[in-house]
């Protein structure tokens, strides 16, 4: 009986035992890491750069990337024109699988507002409404005002109610308060020759001249006319003719006193 070689059969067991330990190693690579990292590798796209583009323009390089395209937000933007992109999520060169979504913040283009009401509002209030509708105050000039009290707008370059773009710069008027060489004149028809006498003073405006009419509708020595019509600004110490009225018959007119 042949004696049996236990040293060469070690040998060839621990050749075929490492062999297949090998096989199974280069397997378990191949299956966990080699194939995932090919397989994983082939489904990813690199997101393109859509920033500042149009939309158009965007969807067409989103699609030729096997990408979706999602409106995620809008604003208001004046540097670009409506329609463009301000901000896309993810950015520009990640890797992604293909088909995923990307979120894209729209441009608007420069936001139109309606002119708010400055007018009659302090200055201190005009400021803070133009702040509130992020417009943009430039020059402030002052004047004389007889309508409005001193501090108070009486002027904007743009008017109430106007269409406007925010961040327009708009100009106002501050009143001074009356122009001292300028007065309204009063309403004295009606009012009798004393009382009219007394008004127009006040007001800093003289009687140079003044004619009757005659009638009984009303007592001897009232206003009958003006010449300067009632709420008009004239310059101070002008001159204004009155008409008065007398009875029928009466030659007796009562000379003007100061």
């Not at 004389?144 to 370059?157: A, P």
């Not at 006498?197 to 206003?223: C, H, M, R, W």
Request: hydrophobic content about 40%; charged content about 20%; aromatic content about 10%.
């Amino acid at each position: 009986m042949k004696k049996i070689n236990w040293k060469s059969f070690f040998q060839w067991f621990l050749f075929g035992v490492s062999t297949i330990l090998i096989f199974l190693l280069f397997y378990f690579i191949f299956d966990k890491i080699v194939m995932p990292l090919y397989t994983r590798h082939s489904q990813q796209v690199v997101v393109p750069d859509i920033t500042n583009k149009s939309m158009r323009v965007s969807e067409k390089l989103l699609k030729d990337s096997n990408l979706n395209l999602v409106v995620y937000e809008e604003k208001f933007d004046s540097n670009y024109p409506p329609g463009f992109v301000l901000f896309q999520n993810p950015a520009p060169g990640s890797k992604v699988k293909k088909g995923r979504r990307i979120y894209l913040t729209v441009g608007k283009g420069q936001q139109i507002i309606e002119m708010p009401q400055l007018i009659g509002n302090s200055e201190r209030d005009a400021k803070f409404i133009l702040s509130q509708n992020k417009l943009v105050l430039k020059n402030i000039k002052y004047k004389n005002d007889n309508e409005y009290l001193v501090g108070v707008t009486c002027n904007q370059s743009v008017s109430p109610g106007e269409m406007v773009a925010v961040g327009e710069e708009i100009n106002i008027t501050v009143s001074l308060g009356r122009d001292p060489n300028r007065v309204i004149v009063p309403e004295v028809v009606g009012k009798s020759l004393k009382d009219a006498i007394y008004s127009l003073k006040s007001a800093g405006l003289f009687i140079t001249q003044y004619e009757y009419q005659s009638t009984d509708k009303v007592l001897p020595n009232t206003v009958l006319g003006q010449s300067l019509s009632p709420g008009t600004q004239v310059t101070k110490n002008d001159s204004i003719r009155l008409v008065l009225s007398k009875l029928p018959g009466n030659v007796d007119e009562e000379k003007l006193q100061w």
